[in-house]
C-alpha cells in the first residue's frame, strides 16, 4: 500500500475538510440547478453540467471523507437489538490507495466533462480517448501522484481558455466562473510542491473558487427568477 502524503500543517487539518465540504455545496448546488434545467429542456449542454458538478462533488466528498478519518481517527461499536456495528477508520486508512484513486477519477471525468460542455466536441472517439487517458492518469498518478495535479493544471487551462474564447466574459457571473477556473489552476499548481507552506496556500485559492462559484451560480439564479 502506498503511504499516505500527509502535507497539512497540523494546526489546519480539519480546516481544509470544512472548506471541501463548502465546496461539495456548492457544486450541489449547481448540480442542482443543472439537472432542473435539463428536466424542462432536455438540453445535453445543462446535462453535461449536472453530470460534471456532481462528479467534483462526489471526489471532494471522498477525499473529505478520507482525510477526517486519516487526521481524527475513530473506532466505535454500535448495538441495535441482535445487529452489532463496527466503524473503525483503520479500515479507510488501509483502502487509502482505492479511494485516492477513486476520488482522482471523479475529479478528472468532471473536468473531462467540462472540458467537452465548453468546447462544445461531442465526437464519441474524443469521448473515449479522453476518458481512456483519465483512466491511465489515476492508475500512474497511484506511483506519481504529482501526475494527477499535472494532468488537472493542464485541463483547467484548457477549459480556462476556451472558456473565455468561448463566452468573452460579456457578463459578470462569466467573470466569476472564469475567476473561479483561474483560482483551480493556481490552487493545483501549488499542490504539485507537496509542501506544508503551500498546502494552505493552495486550499485557501481552492476556497476562493468556491466562493466565485457560489457567486455565479446566485447571479444566474437570481437573474432567471427576475426575468420571469
Not at 172 to 194: D, G
Request: hydrophobic share 55%; with cysteine; proline share 2%.
Amino acid at each position: 500500500m502506498m503511504l499516505s502524503i500527509i502535507v497539512a500543517p497540523p494546526w489546519f487539518r480539519g480546516i481544509d475538510c470544512i472548506f471541501e465540504y463548502f465546496g461539495i455545496v456548492v457544486f450541489l448546488l449547481i448540480a442542482f440547478f443543472a439537472y432542473k434545467a435539463t428536466r424542462i429542456t432536455n438540453d445535453k449542454k445543462t446535462k453535461w453540467l449536472f453530470i460534471s458538478f456532481l462528479l467534483i462533488a462526489g471526489s471532494y466528498l471522498i477525499k473529505a471523507f478520507k482525510d477526517l478519518n486519516f487526521y481524527f481517527p475513530v473506532e466505535r461499536e454500535v448495538f441495535i437489538g441482535n445487529f452489532h456495528l463496527k466503524y473503525a477508520s483503520i479500515a479507510i486508512i488501509q483502502s487509502e490507495v482505492l479511494i485516492n484513486a477513486i476520488s482522482r477519477i471523479l475529479f478528472l471525468l468532471g473536468l473531462v466533462g467540462l472540458y467537452f460542455l465548453i468546447t462544445r466536441s461531442e465526437e464519441k472517439r474524443h469521448v473515449f480517448l479522453l476518458v481512456f487517458f483519465t483512466t491511465i492518469v489515476t492508475y500512474i498518478s497511484s506511483f506519481i501522484p504529482h501526475l494527477f495535479h499535472l494532468t488537472n493544471v493542464v485541463l483547467l487551462a484548457e477549459i480556462s481558455y476556451f472558456y473565455f474564447k468561448k463566452t468573452k466574459l460579456k457578463q459578470p457571473s462569466q467573470k466569476m466562473i472564469m475567476t473561479a477556473f483561474l483560482c483551480l489552476m493556481l490552487s493545483q499548481v501549488l499542490f504539485l510542491t507537496f509542501l506544508s507552506r503551500f498546502y494552505v496556500n493552495a486550499k485557501i485559492l481552492e476556497l476562493i473558487a468556491f466562493i466565485f462559484f457560489l457567486i455565479a451560480y446566485s447571479l444566474v439564479v437570481f437573474g432567471t427568477k427576475s426575468k420571469k
